[in-house]
């Protein structure tokens, strides 16, 4: 089946420093990625919406300088959380649509902690 | 604008007991449905979806739901559980071309 890899799985960065997180489909080309942040114990909140070659589409609120999302192909999309602080500590998931059947398959997660 | 219930936030119970999860959505239009599974610290695992045919959908792990259009519903039951079934479950809506829209997520707490 369908296979999302994202790095790394956990992260400890300090405050103002950039952290990237990487997600790729493996056997499908992924032609939408979606990021997604999750808080504990609460379900996940879409970041944004990427297409592979466009300007990735942002929901409200959510600050598209802080948070640089790339779609260079159609099997990597990168999320770059800039000058990142303790509030930007959180569960990260991204989300590929590909191949049959609008199927979405989601990557592992990764943990960031800002310290 | 499309949006998931999920009726309860936690749900406990014994091993080999069946549960069903309860999930109602609604939507303007026609919707394609599904359920997933979140260990701790992982991502999220396609248990099953509904995208259309017929309205019982089997899925992994035992897991079954039921496309109820007239109750707008989606429920997601297993008739015996395992402790190795305690996960967070998530059900979600889109309608076609459009993202996901989640629940707030059931807690499924199995017990000895």
């Known amino acids: 089946g369908a296979v999302v890899s994202q790095h790394p799985s956990r992260v400890i960065c300090k405050s103002g420093t950039s952290v990237k997180i990487e997600c790729r489909s493996l056997?499908?080309?992924?032609?939408?990625m979606f990021w997604y942040r999750q808080f504990p114990k609460q379900s996940l909140m879409l970041m944004a919406t990427?297409?592979?070659?466009?300007?990735?589409?942002?929901e409200q609120g959510v600050e598209k300088d802080k948070f640089l999302i790339n779609h260079a192909s159609l099997t990597l999309s990168t999320l770059t959380v800039t000058s990142a602080h303790p509030e930007d500590s959180s569960f990260y998931i991204c989300?590929?649509?590909?191949?049959?059947?609008?199927?979405?398959?989601f990557g592992s997660g990764t943990r960031l902690t800002v310290v | 604008a499309q949006s998931v219930t999920q009726l309860d936030s936690q749900v406990p119970v014994f091993e080999e007991a069946p549960v069903e999860l309860r999930c109602n959505y609604s939507?303007?239009?026609?919707?394609?449905l599904f359920w997933y599974v979140q260990y701790p610290n992982q991502g999220l695992q396609l248990l099953l979806k509904?995208?259309?045919?017929?309205?019982l959908v089997k899925g992994i792990n035992g897991f079954e739901a039921e496309f109820n259009k007239s109750q707008t519903s989606f429920h997601l039951r297993k008739p015996s559980v395992h402790i190795s079934d305690t996960a967070e479950y998530f059900c979600?809506?889109?309608?076609?071309?459009?993202?996901?829209?989640f629940g707030k997520g059931t807690m499924l707490l199995v017990s000895p």
């Open positions: 939507s303007s239009v026609s919707v394609y």
């Open positions: 989300s590929a649509r590909g191949g049959q059947g609008a199927t979405y398959t």
């Open positions: 979600a809506v889109s309608s076609g071309y459009s993202t996901l829209t």
């Open positions: 056997d499908f080309q992924a032609t939408t």
């Open positions: 990427s297409n592979e070659g466009s300007k990735a589409t942002y």
């Open positions: 509904y995208l259309s045919g017929s309205t």
